[in-house]
């Protein structure tokens, strides 16, 4: 199975909006709502941010949000901060009862 | 609070076996609400989903491993397990043992240990 599409990074100045993609097909995520999306910062283990598309874990800001359209799911960033400065993968459940992860996008803080 | 911590060998020599276990605590292995996952990221790159099990039900694999991997739980150690046979220079990597669902977010994987490298080399 191929990994899911995302752009290899993403820059915004603090305070600033920005929008991670994540394009798959339909038999991953424009099938089913079981994408989630986590951040992992250097040498540390990922963090789940979001799930089932556009639910936020207890504890994690609203300044994350997702959402869906067709085959390509995203994840925004509202109000950028310098911790937000990760790597972020989007997964997705698939109709082979798998899952499969995105190719990764860096947030750089500018 | 549910606790997972991975322990095996650092180094794997070419074609021999890989084998990691998962610890867990705060949570019974035997509960079927949640799964256990393997996820591994080679350095520098990105996640590769391996591996889910549900107690007393199916295991579920990544097409790409399937013929050389196997997961299991052990109920008298709290703890499940990841043999990764014939491993190559291409196993090379950190590991990582998770929850899905544990939480109750359904397709999603909310506790994940700190993850161990495991390089294959001669």
């Known amino acids: 199975q191929s990994a899911l599409t995302q752009p290899a990074s993403v820059s915004g100045s603090p305070g600033q909006s920005i929008t991670i993609s994540c394009t798959g097909t339909?038999?991953?995520?424009?099938?089913?709502?079981?994408v989630a999306w986590y951040q992992q910062h250097p040498g540390k283990a990922p963090k789940l941010m979001i799930y089932?598309?556009?639910n936020r874990p207890s504890g994690v800001s609203d300044r994350f949000s997702g959402s869906k359209s067709g085959n390509t799911a995203s994840l925004t960033i509202s109000g950028l901060q310098a911790e937000d400065e990760a790597d972020y993968y989007c997964s997705s459940y698939t109709t082979t009862s798998t899952y499969v992860f995105g190719s990764g996008t860096k947030v750089i803080v500018l | 609070q549910l606790l997972l911590l991975e322990s095996g060998p650092g180094l794997v020599r070419p074609s021999e076996t890989l084998s990691l276990t998962c610890s867990v605590s705060?949570?019974?292995?035997?509960?079927?609400?949640?799964?256990w996952v393997w996820v591994r990221q080679p350095p520098g790159k990105g996640l590769e989903w391996i591996a889910s099990i549900y107690y007393g039900g199916n295991s579920y694999y990544n097409p790409s491993l399937k013929s050389r991997v196997t997961m299991s739980v052990d109920t008298s150690k709290n703890q499940f397990s990841l043999k990764v046979t014939s491993v190559t220079a291409a196993d090379t990597a950190v590991y990582y043992c998770?929850?899905?669902?544990?939480?109750?977010?359904?397709?999603?994987?909310?506790?994940w240990g700190l993850g161990t490298l495991v390089s294959v080399s001669s």
């Open positions: 089932d598309v556009s």
């Open positions: 998770a929850s899905e669902g544990y939480s109750g977010y359904d397709g999603a994987f909310d506790f």
């Open positions: 705060g949570a019974s292995i035997s509960s079927t609400t949640y799964y």
């Open positions: 339909s038999s991953d995520v424009g099938g089913y709502n079981y």
